[in-house]
């Protein structure tokens, strides 16, 4: 079984920060890209960043400039630096990591349950 475990989201207000982590742990061989999603409510879920496993980044055009994404290949673990936030940042953030759980096989999706970030105006 392969889990990711995220940590770090909750209130802040318009301007402030956060920090949010996923580490991915279970029967891994390696990890691929590793990427941040979030879906407010009444909307679809969409991506926010990605880092490969090379350390090369892309972001949503709505977080260029505020947001960062980096990741600790030694610890399996993704990292995105939330700064300036909006209220329109308001969202349930979501992790995924494309995982090889075996020599032979193929990378595959998995998803963290999913971590409340709340910003006031």
């Known amino acids: 079984q392969v889990q990711l475990v995220e940590s770090g989201g909750g209130l802040v207000q318009a301007g402030g920060s956060l920090r949010l982590s996923c580490a991915a742990s279970g029967s891994i061989v390696s990890i691929n890209a590793m990427g941040w999603y979030r879906q407010a409510p009444g909307k679809q879920r969409e991506l926010v960043a990605v880092?490969?496993?090379?350390?090369?980044?892309n972001y949503a055009d709505s977080v260029q400039g505020r947001f960062t994404i980096s990741r600790d290949n030694a610890k399996n673990t993704v990292y995105l630096q939330l700064n300036s936030l909006k209220p329109e940042d308001t969202a349930v953030y979501y992790c995924?990591?494309?995982?090889?759980?075996?020599?032979?096989?193929?990378?595959?999706?998995?998803w963290g349950q999913g971590t409340q970030v709340t910003v006031s105006s």
């Open positions: 880092i490969s496993s090379g350390g090369t980044t």
């Open positions: 995924n990591a494309g995982v090889r759980r075996g020599y032979y096989t193929d990378y595959r999706p998995y």
